[in-house]
């Protein structure tokens, strides 16, 4: 597996509360992702970063946002989670943006 | 619109049977296309690209331009082929490619 590591695998939290996922490599790739997985919708791209400091929207990114200060970490923040939220999120990174690797995957769970 | 269309949500055979998976893409321009496979609460990992013409763990896909298809196909299922299956299309836009995914079908291979 690619050095991806995604923390934490699984959190539980409240309605209205924030929540940040982090994404982490080693591979010292340019490019990174986050995705969604729900059923019946498959894989949805929410953000993206081609380098640092710079981040574009994806598909689905209403209630999400990202920031990247360090080529190693792309953290994902919900600032007011609900329970539309609830999803496994899993994190990519690519060297020249076209074959993927992906992350374990965060379970999210929004009460 | 770019997009891939995976029609069946699930697919059942019994092991030794053939097997395809059905992708539909939807881009103008020339596409590239992967598959990804996830077995059960693992990461998504890539498992055939078109453009590398290559069969992994039996499985082959041929790029039907003509029909706007990528099917994956493998003569003989075995169990441990048992996974979620998706399609993915690179979307090259101005920064980095972008996959845009498929619904995904769900191998089920009984033995």
């Known amino acids: 597996d690619a050095g991806i590591t995604q923390s934490p695998r699984h959190k539980v939290t409240e309605t209205g509360t924030p929540v940040t996922l982090r994404c982490h490599q080693t591979e010292n790739h340019r490019y990174m992702y986050w995705y969604r997985q729900d059923p019946g919708h498959g894989l949805r791209l929410i953000h993206y970063?081609?380098?640092?400091?710079?981040?574009d929207k994806g598909e689905v990114s209403d209630g999400y946002s990202v920031s990247r200060s360090k080529t190693e970490d792309f953290l994902l923040t919900l600032e007011s989670a609900t329970s539309s939220q609830t999803s496994v999120y899993f994190c990519?990174?690519?060297?020249?943006?076209?074959?993927?690797?992906f992350g374990p995957g965060t379970r999210l769970t929004v009460t | 619109a770019q997009r891939v269309t995976q029609p069946e949500k699930l697919l059942s055979v019994f092991k030794g049977a053939p097997v395809e998976l059905k992708c539909n893409y939807s881009y103008s321009g020339s596409p590239e296309l992967f598959w990804y496979v996830q077995y059960s609460r693992q990461r998504l990992q890539l498992l055939l690209r078109?453009?590398s013409r290559e069969s992994i763990k039996g499985f082959t896909a041929d790029l039907n331009k003509g029909e706007t298809s990528f099917h994956l196909k493998k003569p003989f299922a075995q169990e441990e082929d048992s996974a979620m299956y998706y399609c993915?299309?690179?979307?090259?836009?101005?920064?980095?490619?972008?996959?845009?995914f498929g619904t995904g079908t769900r191998l089920q291979v009984f033995p």
């Open positions: 993915a299309l690179s979307g090259r836009s101005y920064n980095t490619d972008k996959l845009i």
């Open positions: 990519a990174i690519s060297d020249r943006g076209i074959e993927q690797y």
């Open positions: 970063s081609y380098g640092v400091k710079d981040t």
């Open positions: 078109h453009i």
